[in-house]
């Protein structure tokens, strides 16, 4: 049976293309449990391919013709086949990290086929630290990010002898499981319409739009950052991409990001993106491609609805996005942190007086150029609406085992766009923040430097902050 596909999912497939695959990615690492056999990972391998039953979200595929009127529908795949979505591999020698996210850099470059379900996922051993990867590929069209690791998640434990958890794509009556998935079916490209649905009803919100707006062009104007950004510069990185991706990644621990903060009366994000502030400046000035105006991030936020001043009083919390100055023209990492927290809160305390159609409609303004200026060709014309995106989405505070194996590091990988070659996302997982880099290979050159600055930025902050 064909279901139409909403218009917002509908655009991820619709912006698709050679350069710009529309699909987001997650890479897991494993430690196998004590005693593991040698074919460990072969048994592993064999019981997540028994599956019998696939969950629905798995099996649909995208289709238009005559008979949809040339509009996207979700069709079932009748012609199924799970060795073609997922698929065991192994590394070759030595098998380091170095190789394992090359192999994923491959395999993220690669768009997924539309005539079968739109999703991969690849069991890889052969790691020289006997560690075992998992990686994962799911259309932009089907889920988010967010989405995504909720449900990679829900087919985990925290129970380290239990051995009976199915994968993904396997259909289970369990509640927390149909959550999960219900939560995914539900793309993230649905909110927004969702919100204005609902909000467009309300007399109250809807006439506090123009204030809101005018606040917001206000701070915009003033180069102070809010939902909208005029003052981001030309930089390497908002170039034409394309679809070569290059992925890096690395943790560092939760306890020294915090100290930072704690020393510096700031957030675990703001210190966040002071590492990634610190880190591209490093790498710009290597590449001599520096601006003389700080690069601006949009970093997406939850707003706790009940916080004093909030217009959402009811309760809940809202998901907005703030235009951040990153300070990248500041030499000094003090005072690139400091500039960060400010851009925080000036941007948070914007979007808490608005309520949640408010910030629904601020969020698509600022975003809305990202998507016009490339479809128009007019990145070298104009300035970009900001430089990157940074993300960091919280993750799971207990360790999570997969059949017995101990999840060791979870890294996401994002989708780079036309004007936007360069994505950093990061999630928390126990003690760690995992940071996950994607970028276009050619536009961003010896993307995995970028991992060496991240390192250099936390021990610079930390001398500064009185903690080193």
Not at 32 to 43: S, T
Not at 131 to 149: F, N, Q
Request: hydrophobic share 40%.
């Amino acid at each position: 049976m064909a279901v139409p596909i909403d218009p917002t999912s509908a655009a991820f497939l619709y912006a698709e293309n050679r350069q710009m695959p529309m699909h987001v990615g997650g890479l897991q690492l494993f430690e196998k449990p004590e005693g593991a056999p040698q074919d460990y990972v072969r048994e592993i391998y064999e019981q997540m391919s028994q599956a019998q039953d696939v969950a629905p979200l798995f099996l649909k595929r995208p289709t238009r013709g005559v008979t949809t009127a040339g509009q996207w529908v979700w069709t079932p795949d009748d012609d199924f086949d799970l060795e073609y979505h997922f698929r065991h591999s192994a590394l070759p020698e030595p098998g380091r990290v170095r190789e394992l996210l090359e192999l994923c850099s491959r395999l993220h470059s690669t768009r997924l086929a539309r005539e079968r379900p739109l999703w991969e996922a690849h069991l890889i051993e052969g790691m020289q630290d006997g560690r075992v990867a998992l990686y994962t590929k799911l259309h932009h069209s089907l889920v988010d990010g967010v989405s995504a690791m909720r449900l990679l998640q829900s087919v985990m434990s925290t129970d380290p002898d239990r051995r009976d958890m199915a994968p993904m794509w396997a259909q289970r009556p369990a509640a927390r499981t149909r959550k999960a998935q219900a939560e995914a079916e539900r793309s993230i490209g649905s909110i927004p319409l969702d919100a204005f649905r609902t909000a467009l009803g309300i007399t109250a919100d809807a006439a506090g739009l123009p204030g809101a707006l005018v606040k917001t062009l206000l701070h915009g104007v003033r180069n102070e950052t809010s939902a909208l950004s005029l003052y981001a510069p030309r930089t390497m990185f908002n170039t034409t991409i394309t679809g070569s991706r290059r992925f890096a990644a690395q943790d560092w621990p939760l306890e020294r990001l915090r100290a930072i903060g704690k020393a510096s009366g700031t957030t675990l994000n703001d210190v966040v993106l002071a590492m990634c502030s610190g880190a591209i400046r490093s790498y710009l000035l290597e590449q001599e491609a520096l601006p003389d105006s700080g690069l601006v991030a949009m970093v997406p936020v939850g707003l706790n609805a009940k916080q004093a001043g909030s217009a959402s009083g009811a309760g809940g919390n809202a998901v907005g996005a703030v235009m951040v100055k990153l300070g990248t023209e500041l030499a000094d990492p003090a005072d690139r942190l400091a500039s960060i927290h400010r851009s925080m809160v000036t941007g948070k305390q914007a979007l808490s007086s608005m309520t949640p159609m408010q910030i629904t409609a601020m969020t698509a303004l600022g975003m809305a150029p990202s998507i016009v200026i490339p479809a128009l060709r007019l990145g070298g014309l104009i300035r970009p609406p900001f430089n990157l995106i940074i993300s960091n989405v919280p993750g799971p505070r207990k360790p999570q085992y997969l059949n017995g194996a101990r999840m060791t590091g979870t890294y996401p990988l994002s989708i780079p766009i036309n004007g936007m070659a360069l994505n950093i996302t990061c999630n928390s997982y126990v003690d760690d923040m995992c940071f996950g880099l994607t970028g276009c290979r050619r536009s961003v050159p010896s993307l995995q430097r970028l991992l060496t600055h991240l390192d250099d930025e936390v021990a610079a902050l930390e001398k500064a902050a009185g903690v080193a």
